[in-house]
């Protein structure tokens, strides 16, 4: 059953050096907290897994917590690269990143396999694409039915699975509504998960067609409040569609991501000062 338990105590209760982790979210509800919590612990080795890769993963790569990036695309929403990820590519800086790239409907079929328990997703996919060549986690097999040609992927099963929510009860029954992607079943495909929330309420109250994540499901609840910032939190908060554009300046040069990283997180006792620290730099501008 779910403990409801701080950040900085999660992660160092379940995060370990040389793990498989997925931080998933989709457009919102994208866990940035945890991200820097795994970065002020000093997490190393990482094989960062994630279908949309965005600044959170730009930021964990560039501070040399990944080794490897299970993904599907990668970049800043409407803005163009990750300069850490593209940097820790082509240059190996601040260390090398083995790549595990695969199409969405590939990774939510990995996903899903790891949630039922099975060893392998099928999907109708890759045909005609280059990614078979490069990417030695897409075989492909024929069915035994319709001798249909179908692409394999293996299950994905994280270490450890990390997602933001709206609420949760203090039972650790977890509830998350909106844009809602892979989520679910990444919490269901991983050993362990931690969820961090906007608040801890009494009850849920649930309405139709929401996703509850049972206290069994989850092994940490912790509250969180603004916990997905700079991306949203349908019922809370916008998405702040100004600091994605000035990342893109932050990022692209070494010692400016590095001092800025040191300033607004390593510096910072929490996730709290770090948005005051982001909101005094943008009065100062």
């Known amino acids: ?48 897994v994630r279908m949309t890769p965005d600044l959170i993963y730009d930021q964990l790569i560039g501070c040399g917590c990944a080794a490897g990036l299970v993904f599907s695309w990668g970049g800043n929403p409407g803005v163009g690269s990750l300069h850490r990820l ?10 090398p990143l083995a790549l595990d790239e695969h199409s969405h ?6 996903y899903a396999a790891g949630a039922a328990g099975l060893p392998f997703g099928i999907l109708r996919g890759y045909g005609g694409t280059d990614l078979p060549k490069y990417t030695s986690t897409i075989r492909f097999i024929e069915c035994p039915f319709t001798g249909e040609r179908l692409a394999a992927v293996p299950a994905l099963r994280p270490d450890v699975a990390i ?18 992607g892979i989520q679910k079943e990444a919490v269901l495909a991983a050993d362990r998960a931690i969820v961090t929330v906007e608040k801890i309420v009494d009850s849920l ?24 910032f700079p991306s949203y939190a349908l019922g809370y908060y916008q998405r702040d569609n100004a600091f994605y554009k000035r990342w893109d300046a932050v990022s692209r040069d070494r010692e400016t991501f590095l001092a ?26």
């Open 205 to 228: 109250d649930a309405p139709p067609n929401a996703v509850v994540l049972p206290a069994w499901t989850v092994h940490a609840v912790c509250e969180v409040p603004g916990g997905a």
């Open 163 to 180: 997602v933001h929510a709206q609420k949760a009860d203090r039972r650790g029954n977890v509830l998350l509504w909106g844009v809602v």
């Open 86 to 95: 593209r940097d820790a590519i082509e240059s190996g800086w601040p260390t």
């Open 260 to 285: 800025w990283m040191t300033r607004h997180i390593l510096q910072t006792p929490d996730f709290a000062a770090f948005r005051r620290s982001l909101a005094e730099e943008a009065t100062r501008a």
């Open 1 to 48: 059953m779910a403990v409801i338990t701080s950040l900085g105590e999660a992660v160092a209760e379940y995060v370990r050096d040389g793990q498989t982790l997925a931080l998933e979210g989709f457009t919102h509800l994208i866990p940035f907290a945890a991200g820097h919590e795994i970065i002020s612990q000093g997490r190393r080795r990482l094989t960062l």
């Open 105 to 110: 409907a590939g990774m939510v079929a990995r």
